[in-house]
């Protein structure tokens, strides 16, 4: 899945990047206002994060563009102002969830997927294809009940496959979910992901496979017989 965090001090950005990076996301940064608005606008974000106290502006300003345009994508608000009626104005403004800085990343990490896993958010709680499980939350994969380890971009690959059971999801999909926008990405990246994945499926008895469309993308498929 993946995040846009808004924050305008470096060194804060960079440490909430290899937090949510170390959970699995792929993240994006941005540091001004306009530069969140042109993001929002041409990602399909599972989630931002966003500070208040931008450079360019008051990060209410882009909740109060965003939730009016129908957007609907989950945010969590960081931020100094500590005061009941800054929170009050943040969740009003359209944001879902309100942290105060300081605060402990461990905790960033925790409302993120809280974010996720409500109703109709990107996170559900357990998927399954045939004998593949797949626990969205630990991010534990198990086929047949037995643990299949996986590198976090095979995990993913996995994932949205079985969010899209039976139907085709397209490379340039994947590539936008896996990879952030600072991300080295070679043209062939995601072939050899799912080159890996299938083999690693096969090689476990998964009774699902997953099937190349040539020139759209993948689909993950229960084997018949």
């Known amino acids: ?11 804060i950005s ?24 042109e993001a929002l606008a041409n990602t399909a974000y599972d ?18 563009e965003l939730r009016p345009a129908g957007s609907r994508i989950p945010i969590l608000i960081l931020t100094a102002r ?8 943040g969740l009003d403004a359209g944001a879902d969830d309100y942290l105060v800085k300081p605060f402990a990343m461990s905790e960033l990490v925790a409302r993120t997927k809280a974010l996720l896993r409500r109703p109709g958010a990107a996170l559900g709680t357990t ?4 004998n593949i499980v797949f626990d969205t939350i630990g991010r534990d994969v198990s ?14 690959i996995l994932e949205h496959l079985l969010r899209r059971q039976g139907r085709v999801v397209p490379k340039s999909v994947l590539e936008e979910k896996l990879y952030g926008i600072d991300d080295e990405l070679e ?7 799912v080159h890996h994945l299938r083999r690693k499926l096969q090689d476990a008895a998964a009774s699902a496979e997953i099937h ?14």
Not at 14 to 35: C, H, N, P, Q
Not at 47 to 64: E, K, M, R, V, Y
Not at 127 to 130: D, E, R, Y
């Open 1 to 11: 899945m993946r995040l846009l965090v808004v924050e305008d001090e470096p060194r």
């Open 14 to 37: 960079e440490i909430i990047k290899a937090a949510l990076e170390r959970a699995e996301f792929a993240v994006d940064t941005v540091r001004l206002r306009a530069d969140a608005r």
């Open 47 to 64: 989630a931002a994060i966003l500070d208040l106290g931008l450079p360019d502006g008051d990060g209410l300003n882009l909740l109060a």
């Open 82 to 89: 500590d005061a009941v009626e800054d929170r009050v104005l």
């Open 127 to 130: 998927l399954k294809a045939g």
């Open 143 to 156: 086929v047949a009940g037995v643990p299949l380890q996986l590198p976090r971009r095979e995990a993913a």
């Open 187 to 193: 043209s062939n990246a995601v072939p050899v992901h």
């Open 212 to 225: 190349t469309v040539r020139g759209v993308g993948y689909l993950l498929a229960e084997t018949k017989g």
